[in-house]
């Protein structure tokens, strides 16, 4: 299958600062990226939908602000946290889709914000 | 965008056994596909099957698809201890969310 390559693999951070989440598609262009969030032993959450070129679509409940989602290439996806809190910690999982096809996942990011 | 729920919640069985998941939805669909997640990492695509087919096999795993009751299995045949994950599955339909339901966790005893 098509490899998504999500950087990096986790992050701790100081309460208030900023952290960047990047999510590439190494050997095809996703046209669609999707970025979840996962707390322990929970399902994901699906928190956004950025296509290339174009602003995100954010779930309900899900503070654009906050989590700010930028899809400048038709490989690269970035989550950056703002001013980040301790209930911002968690797993971060990106995936990659071609038009009509399967949906690739990141290896995900566990961000602890202390 | 619709939900896939997984049944059971948690299975546990012996390894060498088979394993049987089931995956419900609400709406018509253009395909379904399965996912692994190990505890703490991404998730793995492991197949997809269209709402034309019926069965599909890869390796240990073999797929169904009952598009008139609206449910698809994942049957692992002779489990071993690296099967060990929870299990979801993605029903899409036109649109290309995928909305994840609880998973199955699947534990297999050495």
């Known amino acids: 299958g098509a490899v998504v390559s999500q950087h990096p693999s986790w992050v701790i951070c100081k309460s208030g600062t900023s952290v960047k989440i990047e999510c590439r598609s190494l050997?095809?262009?996703?046209?669609?990226m999707f970025w979840y969030r996962q707390f322990p032993k929970q399902s994901l959450m699906l928190m956004a939908t950025?296509?290339?070129?174009?602003?995100?679509?954010?779930e309900q409940g899900v503070e654009k602000d906050k989590f700010l989602i930028n899809h400048a290439s038709l490989t690269l996806s970035t989550l950056t946290v703002t001013s980040a809190h301790p209930e911002d910690s968690s797993f971060y999982i990106c995936?990659?889709?071609?038009?009509?096809?399967?949906?690739?996942f990141g290896q995900g990011t566990r961000l602890t914000v202390v | 965008s619709q939900q896939g729920e997984e049944d059971p919640q948690a299975l546990s069985i012996q390894e060498g056994e088979n394993a049987t998941m089931n995956c419900s939805y609400k709406?018509?669909?253009?395909?379904l596909q399965w996912y692994r997640q190990n505890s703490g990492r991404g998730l793995v695509h492991l197949i997809l099957?269209?709402?034309?087919?019926r069965e599909k096999h890869s390796g240990r795993l073999r797929v169904t698809l009952d598009t008139s009751k609206k449910s698809s299995s994942l049957l692992i045949t002779a489990s071993r201890a690296a099967d060990t994950a929870s299990y979801f599955c993605?029903?899409?339909?036109?649109?290309?969310?995928?909305?994840f339901g609880t998973g199955t966790r699947l534990k297999v005893l050495a």
């Open positions: 995936s990659a889709r071609v038009t009509a096809g399967e949906a690739f």
């Open positions: 050997d095809f262009q996703a046209t669609t």
């Open positions: 950025s296509n290339e070129g174009s602003k995100a679509t954010y």
């Open positions: 709406t018509s669909i253009n395909n």
């Open positions: 099957i269209r709402s034309n087919e």
């Open positions: 993605a029903p899409t339909s036109g649109t290309y969310k995928y909305i």
